[in-house]
């Protein structure tokens, strides 16, 4: 949600800079992702009165307009707006000014007329999309202001990122109420003066489905201009909080909601048949929403219908048949209490996401309905006219929520804190933040206001304190429980050992969600069965992962957009794999890497990393379980890496992972300027160890034999490695390549590797028979086994 700090500086005053009250608030629980300026810069542009306008004298669509400019002077401005007219007042950009994309206003000539600056539309300021024509500002501004202090557009705009059980802060009252408990300052809400009615117009409501929707206000009001445009201050908080002028019923509803945290919504009465009816939907019902499209509805789904059916999804999204346009005269208007069981999670399952549904699913306050309903009748008519009939209310208390007293001792409080607050400072905060509070012998009765459906039980109390009087005025105390040190198998690696490894060789931790987008999964792990989630937060993360490779391309999709071109990223988390009717999850590591393999510096060519860079990595990590031995590399093909330049990873014979690079054309779909480098692999697999044992090094000297072989092409090292070990038994102590070649003497499809073996023994000295003997056995080994033959 997004808030204005000029708007709650209405309701609360004095209030801290945006900086400092985006401090307080996220301390205070309510975390404010980022602050962004209501307007982009731009300078040198002022408050315009137009006061004539003439045809200019050789351009039929160019006009010659004299400005006021605050000045005894007037300016001579050629405009090609239409909606330019004397009496209108502009943004007017003097010679000189700056706009928002750099461009700089100078002096010029129009078709041999002098235009000494240029009128401004919306767009070219950034305050709106509109940049059909100049935009109009309040006639109340006086010529020559400077347009930043006109409009006050030097404000900061706060976004929070609530948390679900904080729905009574999705609204300005909501969060000036917090930032007047914290500042320990007034709060100024804004005046709601009761309707009176001129008319007596009802339109019948009937409400079936009273548990769903205890309390439903409506009311008609006739007479409005439906072309009607809304206020400049209205059409400005609308759009800092994010939200477009639309029609003058909307713009009045949405800013209700915005201001009271209560939604509303408002049908065009002409096309209403009968009366209002709240019900659940029928079989086989559907309805066209607002947004073109038309659902089925289940049985479940709370609606609000009509004569004729159903006419709106309750608590989510009104439909498109009773919307309000500019032709509508009468209208009528709705504001309700839905209880959020009966809206949760219905707008997910049509991949609807919108205000109302959001704040009716966290809950509304449910006695705020009839105030939100007077509020917007004021507004509207002040905006657009019109004649309003007497409230129509339903109410079935039985169905409201009941907001029991939650008693708190004083000595919990002070166990669970660490320390004493005082009992006035206790009932100051639990008063200012709504609370109805009686003393008792041990602590306090408080009964929670109708905003809060998230204090219930004395823990409740306990965290409000706590965080008004702030979390960082907790003393730093020792634990008074016993501390026990858990379990540790020296025979497996440490995850925190194995991140710092990664760390060292140039990675960054990465943590990304457990589900995923669908299409990205499909792409990057194809036939694999994915578990569907029942109810998703959005359609792109409605399955859970099956790997881990999904949530780092997106991430590194993120990073390639901020010009990131050098990436080395991984995560350990569990992958989540059907199996039939259960579902298993395995803990993996896996990891991307773009870009050259280390920063760029001067003695670098600027390469970059490739599948042996990226299999390094991965040995350094398997290197810690004391193991590698029992870890072998080949060549496979996997259906989204690259052919010739994948490897599974085994253990003992068994695949455990998988590196390799991206196939291309998955790169291209993805558009990926470069395909990443991947590798996945189990993590349990990879930290069980043995626990290290001490061996004495030998007394007696080692022996070193070189072999150079001819192999065909696609035997590796690793399988070499493993047949000379079995043939030379426990003699040999290592054996490594010393020089590979390809070229003159070496027929096509072969190549030529040179081994040294060391062979030693831990009790005697070997002698020159020991080493022929198992140097004679290796190569008949591999002979037999790989083909391969001494090179001549």
Not at 377 to 397: K, R
Not at 606 to 621: F, I, L, R
Request: proline share 5%; charged share 25%.
């Amino acid at each position: 949600m997004k808030v204005s700090i000029a708007w709650l500086r209405e309701w609360v005053d004095p209030l801290p800079d945006a900086r400092t009250v985006a401090s307080q608030l996220t301390l205070a629980g309510l975390e404010v992702g980022g602050t962004e300026p209501a307007a982009p810069e731009f300078s040198g542009v002022i408050v315009g009165k137009v006061l004539g306008v003439a045809r200019h004298p050789d351009a039929d669509k160019l006009s010659v307009c004299q400005v006021d400019a605050g000045s005894d002077e007037r300016l001579s401005i050629v405009c090609g707006a239409p909606n330019v007219h004397a009496g209108m007042t502009a943004p007017l950009a003097m010679v000189g000014a700056r706009l928002p994309d750099g461009a700089q206003i100078r002096a010029a000539r129009l078709r041999g007329v002098e235009s000494q600056g240029m009128l401004c539309s919306g767009k070219e300021l950034g305050l709106s999309q509109d940049a059909s024509g100049i935009l109009a500002l309040p006639e109340t501004l006086i010529a020559g202001m400077d347009l930043r202090e006109a409009l006050t557009l030097d404000d900061s705009v706060l976004d929070l990122e609530l948390t679900p059980n904080r729905g009574d802060c999705l609204s300005v009252a909501g969060v000036a109420r917090e930032l007047a408990v914290i500042n320990r300052t007034r709060l100024t809400p804004a005046p709601v003066e009761p309707v009176t009615a001129v008319i007596e117009d009802r339109f019948a409501v009937e409400v079936q489905a009273a548990n769903a929707c205890p309390r439903f206000v409506g009311r008609v009001i006739r007479g409005i201009d439906g072309t009607a445009a809304a206020p400049f201050w209205m059409i400005e908080r609308l759009r800092r909080s994010g939200i477009r002028s639309i029609h003058p019923v909307v713009d009045v509803t949405n800013y209700v909601m915005l201001e009271l945290g209560q939604p509303m919504h408002g049908y065009d009465l002409a096309r209403l048949e009968d009366r209002i009816i709240v019900r659940l939907a029928r079989p086989g019902e559907k309805l066209e929403l607002l947004d073109g499209r038309t659902v089925p509805l289940d049985s479940d789904v709370l609606v609000i219908a009509d004569g004729s059916g159903a006419i709106g999804m309750a608590g989510i999204m009104g439909g498109e048949v009773t919307g309000v346009s500019a032709t509508t005269r009468d209208v009528f208007l709705e504001s309700a209490f839905f209880a959020p069981a009966a809206i949760a999670a219905r707008a997910r399952r049509y991949g609807l996401t919108t205000d109302a549904s959001q704040r009716f699913e966290r809950g509304v306050d449910y006695e705020m309905q009839a105030r939100a309903m007077e509020r917007a009748t004021g507004l509207l008519l002040d905006m657009a006219g019109g004649t309003p009939g007497p409230l129509t209310e339903i109410c079935a208390s039985s169905g409201l929520p009941q907001r029991a007293a939650v008693s708190l001792r004083r000595e919990r409080l002070e166990r669970l804190l660490g320390l004493r607050i005082a009992d006035d400072r206790v009932g100051d905060i639990l008063r200012r933040l709504g609370m109805r509070v009686a003393a008792t012998g041990q602590g306090w009765q408080v009964t929670p206001p109708s905003f809060r459906f998230d204090v219930a039980i004395a823990e409740d109390l306990v965290e409000e304190i706590a965080r008004i009087h702030g979390y960082d005025q907790v003393p730093e105390t020792d634990a008074q429980i016993p501390q026990q040190f858990a379990a540790h198998d020296e025979a497996r690696v440490d995850t925190a050992r194995m991140k710092l490894l990664l760390v060292d060789r140039g990675y960054q931790e990465t943590i990304t969600y457990s589900f995923v987008d669908p299409a990205l999964q499909s792409l990057l792990a194809p036939g694999t069965e994915a578990v569907e989630l029942a109810n998703p937060i959005s359609s792109e993360m409605s399955v859970m992962r099956v790997s881990l490779w999904p949530g780092l391309v997106a991430v590194a999709r993120e990073n390639l957009n901020r010009q990131q071109e050098r990436l080395r990223i991984f995560e350990i988390g569990v992958r989540f794999l059907a199996q039939g009717p259960d579902v298993l999850e395995q803990k993996v590591c896996a990891g991307l890497v773009i870009g050259s393999p280390a920063p760029e510096q001067w003695s670098l060519k600027g390469e970059a990393a490739d599948v042996y860079d990226v299999k390094s990595d991965v040995e350094a990590v398997l290197r810690l379980s004391g193991r590698f031995d029992a870890f072998r590399f080949e060549t496979a093909a996997h259906p989204i890496l690259r052919p010739g330049q994948s490897a599974h990873i085994l253990r003992d014979g068994s695949v455990v992972g998988w590196l390799g690079e991206l196939h291309p054309e998955i790169a291209r779909q993805l558009a990926l300027t470069f395909p990443p480098l991947l590798f996945e692999f189990d993590f349990e697999a990879a930290t069980a160890g043995r626990v290290p044992v001490f061996a004495s090094i030998s007394r007696f000297p080692a022996i070193r034999r070189d072999l150079a072989l001819v192999v065909p092409e696609a035997v590796p090292f690793a399988k070499l490695r493993e047949v000379a070990r079995r043939a030379a038994g426990e003699l040999l102590q290592s054996v490594e390549v010393f020089d590979v070649y390809r070229g003159a003497g070496i027929d096509s499809g072969l190549k030529s590797i040179a081994l040294s073996l060391i062979l030693q023994d831990s009790s005697r000295t070997l002698t020159v028979e020991d080493a022929d003997a198992v140097v004679q056995a290796v190569v008949t080994r591999l002979g037999e086994e790989l083909e391969a033959r001494i090179r001549d």
